[in-house]
């Protein structure tokens, strides 16, 4: 019993002096779990739960927020304090009054005034007769000053003491000020008049500001929207030579006016829904209503409108709420920078989905196919566009299967190889002390931190980092005997590959596979990758996106016209692709070219 106490004690010490454990006396806050507040933390229970009495509907409200966990500040050894947040507000259910001093209580809870600087509540009396007490609510950095003083302030202070006294007189006081105010004296192209806090917060919260006038139980809300944002730039990713050069920005009206700058229809629809539940982001699907599938559009809404979830910032994020299968290598969604790549895709039946703060947008629903495709292979002549299409799809098998069918070369396979080359590589391989499989996955894994090392190091030593950095990292490997030369030839081909691949997340999933296929090849052989590449073709052949076979119109089987893995001549493309069962199937008539006599099948040009 004693060499056991004696032991327990030892270990209890050598623990004290690995971990370090601060006294609660002296820390800033304990969080307790629910399971284990005290006495004190019962009684304040009741401070989560304050009902509020709805000033419109007259009815006691509950707080439907869930009650947190207990907070106690300490302070030294002191004894714990309460933590009194004061009452809450049920601001779904809260109205404007037409008390301007209550309303401004509701907003000093609200938004917290006391500590919250960026909120400004400019108080002011409108030159009536008499003035009319009123004050603006907005934040600063989201609105644009000039438009507040312009047009709200200048025209209700100042402006309005040069309209004869009897005609200030007839303004009337009381429920219609507001709509007076609207349609008389406020300039703005944007001003509604709302009464419910909700609308009144979103809109605000966004750059609007919000007029509160003593005696009207209405608010009005003025476009002032002012924040810095960044030009249309140039592509980053999807550069071309022939073909325009702007890019999506991180403003949403930018972006929309991008579009529509390029596609000049009436029938080009831009609705708007929310996504996260906290930042409440504007999202915009755009759609041509005479051309899209109205239950692709109403997909589309229903999958963005039901994620609940607290905050949606970037396309990214969006992209993992609303596709079909989270898991495959391959993405169901097509994100693009360019203008002109989503019109070409809204003038075939697909839908946009354009998400405030991000420059990218997503397209839906896509294939395989159309993840292959880049822009320039159609402003290209058909020839060109052709040929990098085929290096295109070279690129990709070389990039997937490279690395395994050297392993399952060497390993198992040797009289494939021409005798010559096979010494060659015989003779590589008698320095290096490891197996070839060691060498595939140190170099590619070596591979993929430079690569990844260049993304992250900014400015132009990025790249320099890669050259350099995979230059010396492969002639020392080589000369240090760990690494065959024949290997860095082939490690460097798969890595230039991979490059060619125009979707960065299509190349990430590839990226990711090709190491499956090496450890298969590294087993089986060529038996192995071919497994592999069946199992690969059965999980594309099962996705889906947004309903369309992700394969389609090969798998399965569909009409379309020449441009699927090659194209044909752009007067040959004559309708469009039917799996998005679009309204209009028809591109442009059989003989689009006006100046030729006669079509293709010999008839005569009726017109």
Not at 168 to 190: C, F, M, S, W
Not at 293 to 300: F, Q
């Amino acid at each position: 019993m004693g060499n056991d106490s004696s032991r327990k004690k030892f270990w209890n010490i050598i623990a004290n002096i690995v971990t370090f454990k601060e006294e609660k006396c002296k820390e800033g806050f304990v969080l307790n779990d629910e399971g284990n507040e005290s006495s004190e933390g019962k009684q304040n229970k009741n401070i989560y739960n304050v009902k509020t009495k709805n000033s419109r509907t007259n009815k006691v409200e509950g707080n439907d927020l869930k009650k947190p966990k207990q907070v106690h500040k300490t302070q030294g050894c002191r004894k714990k304090e309460k933590y009194d947040e004061g009452k809450s507000l049920v601001i779904e259910e809260l109205f404007v009054e037409p008390n301007l001093k209550t309303n401004k209580e509701y907003l000093d809870k609200i938004y917290s005034l006391s500590k919250n600087k960026d909120i400004i509540i400019r108080e002011f009396y409108i030159a009536l007769d008499p003035p009319l007490q009123a004050f603006v609510l907005f934040i600063d950095g989201l609105c644009d000053k000039n438009i507040i003083n312009g047009s709200i302030l200048k025209p209700l202070m100042v402006l309005l003491e040069e309209v004869k006294e009897q005609d200030r007189k007839k303004v009337p006081i009381g429920g219609n000020i507001a709509e007076y105010i609207r349609t008389h004296l406020l300039p703005g192209h944007d001003v509604r008049i709302l009464d419910k806090y909700r609308d009144i917060l979103d809109n605000v919260n966004f750059g609007g500001t919000a007029l509160f006038i003593e005696g009207s139980s209405k608010c009005l809300v003025v476009e002032t929207k002012g924040w810095d944002r960044r030009t249309v730039g140039r592509p980053e990713a999807e550069q071309v030579i022939m073909g325009p050069h702007e890019a999506f920005n991180e403003t949403l009206r930018s972006n929309t006016g991008l579009i529509r700058k390029a596609l000049r229809n009436e029938k080009l629809i831009t609705e708007m829904v929310k996504a996260g539940s906290r930042n409440n982001t504007d999202v915009g699907i755009m759609y041509l209503e005479d051309l899209a599938n109205p239950k692709l559009v109403d997909e589309v809404k229903r999958r963005i409108t039901s994620i609940k979830t607290d905050y949606v910032g970037a396309a990214g994020v969006l992209e993992q709420f609303i596709e079909e299968d989270p898991f495959m290598i391959s993405p169901q969604v097509l994100t693009t920078e360019r203008p002109d790549r989503v019109v070409s895709f809204l003038v075939e039946g697909h839908v946009a989905i354009i998400i405030d703060g991000g420059p990218q947008i997503l397209v839906v629903p896509i294939t395989l196919f159309s993840l292959l495709h880049s822009p320039e292979d159609y402003y290209l002549r058909m020839p060109y566009g052709n040929f990098l299409r085929l290096l295109r799809i070279a690129a990709i098998f070389i990039a997937m299967l490279t690395p395994g069918i050297y392993v399952s070369v060497v390993n198992f396979h040797q009289e494939m190889i021409p005798t010559e080359l096979l010494l060659a590589i015989a003779a590589s391989h008698v320095t290096v002390p490891y197996p070839t499989i060691f060498e595939v996955f140190a170099m590619e894994f070596s591979f993929e931190l430079i690569r990844e090392a260049g993304v992250r190091v900014p400015g132009v030593i990025g790249n320099t980092i890669g050259i350099v950095g995979g230059l010396i990292l492969g002639q020392a490997a080589v000369q240090a005997g760990i690494i065959s030369p024949i290997l860095i030839i082939v490690i460097a081909v798969t890595g230039l590959a991979s490059f060619a691949i125009p979707n960065y997340s299509l190349s990430f999933g590839l990226r990711g596979i090709r190491f499956v296929f090496t450890i298969l090849a590294a087993i089986f052989g060529f038996f192995g990758i071919s497994g592999g590449l069946f199992l690969l073709l059965i999980s594309l052949v099962s996705m889906k996106s947004f309903g369309v076979p992700f394969l389609a119109p090969i798998a399965p089987k569909t009409r379309t016209e020449p441009d699927v893995v090659l194209r044909g001549p752009v007067w040959s493309m004559e309708e469009r692709v039917d799996y998005l069962e679009p309204l209009d199937r028809h591109r442009q008539p059989e003989v689009s070219r006006g100046w030729i006599k006669k079509p293709r099948g010999g008839r005569k040009n009726e017109e």
